[in-house]
């Protein structure tokens, strides 16, 4: 049974720090990965969307890289901002047709 | 693009009573999803659509949850009768298709349940 861990389940840092969030899973046998954002009473954002095939992905300050054989996923924050306020979560889908396991995020603080 | 629609955005409900939720997805996605987010805990599928089918309600409590996508367009989520437990946000999802490049995800505001 998958299971998707994410720690620390809080990180507060100062304006300007690049920071690493983190993601682990149980099982390798991943079909994809994705990353998302969620503010405070708002839905979830998706940021970067992994394949099984890629090792990383990039997208403006963000970059996340996937390492299945060790079941590891991180989330690159360059340059952080206030407005990177929020939690991030990860998920992972084991097969084209599987379910989308969540882990439990991480709450971020950037201070001005 | 119009984003994922749902509403009501807040409902309060007795335990035992009835309530519906409904979500328009994304004009052409093909796949539905909807998620129960206990506060401070990342979203739990509890049932996945593509187009009318039903891919995935592993995790729907069937005794109280139902769900049905008409015509492959919009959902609603009905839970009868309510309990305490179910007190959460209730997010809908929805993506071009499942798998490759075209299952990212795009959620709509949610809707937040207390049940007292």
Redesign the interface.
Known sequence: KQE?TQIPAALSVPEGENLVLNCSFTDSAI??L?W?RQDP??????LL?I?SSQREQTSGRLNASLDKSSGRSTLYIAASQPGDSATY?C?V?NS??????????TRLSIRP | EAG?AQSPRYKIIEKRQSVAFWCNPISGHATL?WYQQIL??????LI?FQNNGV??D??LPKDRFSAERLKGVDSTLKIQPAKLEDSAVY?C?SSQA????T????????T?LTVL
């Open positions: 998707v079909y994809n994705q998302f009473g708002k839905g979830l954002t998706s969307l394949q979560l998920a889908r084209s047709a599987s379910k989308i396991i969540f882990g439990s995020g | 994922v999803y401070g805990q990342g979203p739990k599928l996945q891919v995935d592993s995790q997010l999802a499942s798998g490759g490049n299952d990212t995800q795009y959620f709509g505001p949610g937040r």
